[in-house]
């Protein structure tokens, strides 16, 4: 089966640090460039970070810095670092696969169902 | 990378139109032909719905459509069912890799 399964989500204090991970299945990892997005409760989607499947790496304004995402194609596996965690980065985390590879160019064509992120004190 | 801006509901009766729109700059909608649209029901995750402006993943109903004008993108379902009902997003390639999202729009079927 074609899938993404994320982990790692939980409870982290202010200025916390948390790992995350997106074990893919049943599609040739290595071809995919990969994101994570994420959503706030209540809000809508904010994308986080982009992979390409040689590791070169994107990330939104307000990530750089504190977030690194990086991949191992070896494992099929994923990871976003988060670092000095702020209450406003509390939300869903999700990872995308971004479909060039399957013909859908520059979507997202394949989503996890995503990993709770939540921080506070 | 400000959002998108896309209006916050919308809504028909089953079997009429509806139309939501994804509004954006140069940068963004404006500068390439790859807006996508995403349908995301209550706890689930988002699914592609419409990518490259106007192109339908296999499995997606045609009564979904996506078009472009200047900045301004939008996606229509023709004949609106029941199962339609659920929050959308447009989202735009802005470049190096980075992305923009719209805030999302909840579609209600009367």
């Known amino acids: 089966e074609v899938q993404l399964v994320e982990s790692g989500g939980g409870l982290v204090q202010p200025g916390g640090s948390l790992r995350l991970s997106c074990a893919a299945s049943g599609f040739t990892f290595s071809t995919y460039s990969m994101n994570w997005v994420r959503q706030a409760p209540g809000k809508g989607l904010e994308w986080v970070s982009y992979i390409s499947s040689s590791g070169i790496t994107y990330y939104a304004d307000s990530m750089k810095g504190r977030f690194t995402i990086s991949r191992d194609n070896a494992k099929n596996s994923l990871d976003l670092q988060m670092n000095s965690l702020r209450a406003e980065d509390t939300a869903v985390y999700y990872c995308?696969?971004?479909?060039?590879?399957?013909?859908?160019?520059?979507?997202?064509?394949?989503w996890g169902q995503g990993t709770m992120v939540t921080v506070s004190s | 990378q400000s959002a998108l801006t896309q209006p916050p509901s919308a809504s028909g009766s089953p079997g009429q139109p509806v139309t939501i729109s994804c509004t954006g700059t140069s940068s963004d909608v404006g500068g390439y032909n790859f807006v996508s649209w995403y349908q995301q029901h209550p706890g689930k995750a988002p699914k592609l719905m419409i990518y490259g402006v106007s192109k339908r993943p296999s499995g997606v109903p045609d009564r979904f459509s996506g078009s472009k004008s200047g900045n301004t993108a939008s996606l229509t379902v023709s004949g609106l069912q029941a199962e339609d009902e659920a929050d959308y997003y447009c989202?735009?390639?802005?470049?190096?890799?980075?992305?923009?999202f719209g805030a999302g729009t909840k579609v209600t079927v009367l």
């Open positions: 995308a696969r971004r479909g060039d590879s399957s013909g859908y160019y520059r979507a997202f064509d394949m």
């Open positions: 989202s735009s390639y802005a470049g190096s890799n980075i992305y923009v």
